[in-house]
């Protein structure tokens, strides 16, 4: 038996059944490159699901949190705070595309800034309301999963959810959902459901990441924007997967120009460890009563030392431009493998700076979803050494996110083995997946 079975078996036997698992079982990984307790070698396009945009175990941040770890780990701020709190917020602040003076706070999780935000915005707003969209994803607590828009596998059995969300389409080209539409149910919502003086906020992705690399419109935000000025609705740009460089700009509400007035960010920010943040106009993150906001690990030391030095990394080695550059070099090669005989079931290739995806239709005219072949292509190239994810509310969207400090010749190869196992799952629908 080998190792990664034998953890398999004993994973089966010792963790709950709802915390759903690949069988790699990670022994070391660097960069963009992960080798398994077999000593299989993988090349890595999940980065924890857009977490290691700096790669695994850069240089720079493991030098910092190893300086932190012989300071102190954990004091908790709201007790005796720290300095790299201090300037990491003042970094945010500085970069957080609202427009404004800015303040910051800091939690753990993405799930958590989603809440905080929205905390933040009641109790600026007075307003309970808040709107979010169909195939969103914005977290696994009560509230983040009332947010969500994706039933399956986030919502199922989950529920009563707490009170007040409202979900209005997102636009999707792809699926015939246009920008106007969009905004003409939100309109609708406004006249059937609930009033727009009762919504606190919308929260919005810039590109939807669980729901399937779905890129929001610019018109889309500049009317959102338009119709929260409006009303005094606060928006909240959820960048957990979309910022911090992934898409070629610090934050991807930063390619429509659109200007958010809270921003959430986890993922990516530390490198690997656990941080999340909220950030925007000061007079709003101001509104909360002061011991309002915040909790025990929250902007937990060593975290918010790998998040400085991530900072220091995107700019060192100008992680915007690569992302553009590792967009450019996998949409070129996804947009000629689909335009090949026999690819017709790729139905759409799309995305934003190193955050591409491509949808499995079971044919182009009628865009029916195609998960069995989705779940084959990621089986394959798990086989072959590749970790890929899938996404998308319909499970039939493959997503690439490989480190944005990837070196070339390790994506290409990456891409190599993503169109072998195209290739293989296509031509061999019907027989048994390789060991
Ligand atoms: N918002 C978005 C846009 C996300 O992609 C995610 C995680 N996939 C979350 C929120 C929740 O983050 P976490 O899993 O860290 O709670």
Redesign the pocket.
């Known amino acids: 038996m080998t190792a990664s079975a034998d953890l398999y078996s004993r994973q089966k036997a010792a963790v709950a059944a709802g915390v759903g698992t690949r069988a790699i079982f990670a022994k070391n990984a660097q960069n963009a490159e992960l080798w398994d307790v077999d000593g299989k070698r993988f090349i890595d396009f999940a980065a924890g699901?857009?977490v290691n945009n700096t790669g695994h175990r850069h240089p720079a941040v493991m030098r910092a949190v190893a300086d932190q770890a012989q300071q102190f780990t954990h004091t908790c701020f709201h007790v005796a705070p720290y300095e790299g709190y201090v300037r990491l917020a003042e970094r945010l602040n500085r970069i957080a595309p609202t427009g404004h003076d800015n303040r910051t706070m800091l939690v753990t999780?993405?799930?958590?800034?989603?809440e905080n935000a929205v905390k933040i915005a009641r109790a600026y707003t007075k307003r309970p309301g808040v709107i979010a969209f169909s195939g969103?994803?914005?977290?696994?607590?009560m509230l983040?999963m009332a947010l969500t828009g994706k039933v399956m596998p986030y919502k199922r059995n989950f529920g009563p959810f707490p009170a007040e969300i409202y979900h209005a389409p997102f636009p999707t080209p792809f699926l015939g959902v246009s920008t106007e539409e969009a905004i003409a149910s939100l309109e609708r919502l406004f006249a059937a459901d609930i009033d727009p003086e009762r919504i606190a906020a919308f929260i919005v992705?810039p590109v939807?990441?669980?729901g399937g690399f779905n890129i929001s419109p610019n018109e889309f935000l500049v009317r959102l924007r338009e119709i929260a000025d409006r009303h005094g609705i606060v928006l909240i740009a959820?960048?957990?997967?979309?910022g911090m460089a992934r898409t070629g700009k610090m934050f991807g509400f930063e390619h429509s120009g659109v200007k958010p007035d809270l921003v959430?960010m986890?993922?990516g920010l530390a490198g690997g460890f656990?941080l999340?943040a909220v950030t925007g106009k000061s007079e709003i993150m101001n509104a909360a009563h002061a011991g309002g906001l915040g909790g025990t690990y929250a902007g937990n030391p060593l975290s918010v030392a790998a998040a400085n030095a991530v900072l220091d990394v995107i700019g060192d080695e100008q992680l915007c431009e690569r992302a553009t550059e590792i967009g450019r070099r996998i949409t070129d090669r996804l947009t000629s493998l689909a335009s090949r005989q026999g690819m017709e079931r790729i139905g759409d290739v799309r995305g934003l700076g190193a955050m591409v995806a491509f949808e499995l239709v079971e044919d182009r005219q009628t865009k029916t979803a195609a998960p069995a072949i989705t779940n084959r292509i990621v089986a394959e190239a798990e086989a072959r050494g590749l970790i890929l994810l899938s996404c998308g509310t319909r499970l039939n969207v493959i997503r690439l996110l490989p480190p944005l400090t990837i070196e070339w010749d390790i994506l290409s190869e990456g891409l190599d083995i993503l169109e072998a196992s195209v290739e293989a799952a296509f031509s061999a629908s019907l027989s048994p997946v390789a060991a």
């Not at 969103?136 to 607590?141: K, W, Y």
């Open positions: 699901i857009a999780t993405g799930a958590e800034a989603v969103a994803f914005h977290g696994r607590t983040g992705e939807q990441g669980e959820d960048e957990v997967q979309a959430t986890a993922k656990p999340s």
